[in-house]
């Protein structure tokens, strides 16, 4: 089993990684695809007059403030057009592909945080109105069932609180919370740089490999949503996969290179 989580900043490319799935899929591997579409977010709320803000918690991550509104385009940016463009691209190649969030069926489900803390201006303040959550749960029947059933599921966020709120939750932890309760060998995550990088302005500084036991040692040298890689790779693999590979989205073969050691390596 192999899950590959694809991001959704800008300039981060999926027909790569379409070409490339399609070609693994042929050759006999489940797989599962979770999607990102943050750049599609941010398009959309600047259109719709609703401008991103995002904010920083006093641990020092930064994460979109998701009041009800938000949420709502958050939807529209997710489920509707980047699930349906990956599905379709899919359908293009002829691979079945279904396209599902993981509000549906209650695939990712977590508590929503009502409020957060978080640091501005050097000072505590407390949001409240607040639509996000972190993935506790998955409950993979659905997902299983797909497979069996020889389609390609397609996910995405948001998620399902218990009480069966959407909730906007980070699609990283989402992909390491499936890969663990799928019981997958594999958890690739593509993004729009090769890995993690010593020196953000040179490719070449790439970190090749860290141990499992040493990710918090490498942590200072992530920044912005790599330290969320970071962590959601430490989930994967305390929930039993044996190899997490952080690599490009925006190389031929994306997979298959990243499977063949191209990018940073964890295990």
Same mark, same amino acid.
């Given at each position: ?9 800008? /300039?981060?490319?999926? $027909? ?7 070609? =693994? !899929?042929?050759? &006999?591997? #489940?797989? @599962? +695809? ?70 549906? /069926?209650?695939?990712? $489900? ?7 803390? =978080? !640091?501005?201006? &050097?000072? #505590?303040? @407390? +949001? ?92 200072? +040298? ?46």
């Amino acid at each position: 089993m192999l899950v590959v989580k694809i991001g959704g900043g800008s /300039g981060t490319r999926i $027909e790569p990684t379409v070409a490339d799935l399609t070609d =693994i !899929l042929r050759a &006999g591997r #489940r797989l @599962v +695809l979770v999607h990102g579409a943050s750049g599609e977010t941010n398009v959309l709320a600047e259109k719709l007059g609703k401008p991103p803000r995002f904010v920083t918690s006093v641990s020092g991550i930064e994460s979109r403030y998701t009041d009800r509104e938000t949420l709502e385009i958050f939807e529209m940016a997710y489920c509707g057009k980047a699930n349906k463009a990956v599905v379709e691209a899919f359908q293009k190649r002829g691979v079945n592909a279904v396209g599902l969030s993981g509000l549906d /069926g209650r695939i990712f $489900e977590g508590r929503r945080k009502e409020s957060i803390t =978080i !640091l501005e201006g &050097g000072k #505590r303040k @407390v +949001l409240r109105g607040d639509y996000t959550g972190k993935v506790e749960r998955v409950n993979a029947g659905i997902v299983t069932l797909l497979l069996d059933h020889g389609y390609l599921p397609v996910l995405c966020p948001p998620a399902a609180s218990y009480e069966g709120e959407a909730v906007n939750v980070d699609g990283d932890t989402a992909a390491a919370e499936l890969a663990a309760a799928l019981k997958a060998e594999e958890f690739v995550m593509l993004s729009n740089v090769p890995g993690l990088l010593r020196d953000l302005n040179d490719p070449n500084s790439l970190v090749a490999r860290i141990p499992a036991k040493a990710i918090d040692d490498f942590m200072p +040298l992530a920044h912005g949503r790599m330290k969320r890689k970071l962590m959601a790779a430490a989930i994967a693999l305390q929930g039993g996969v044996r190899r997490v590979i952080l690599g490009s989205a925006n190389i031929e073969r994306p997979v298959t290179s990243s499977l063949a050691g191209q990018g940073t390596v964890i295990q």
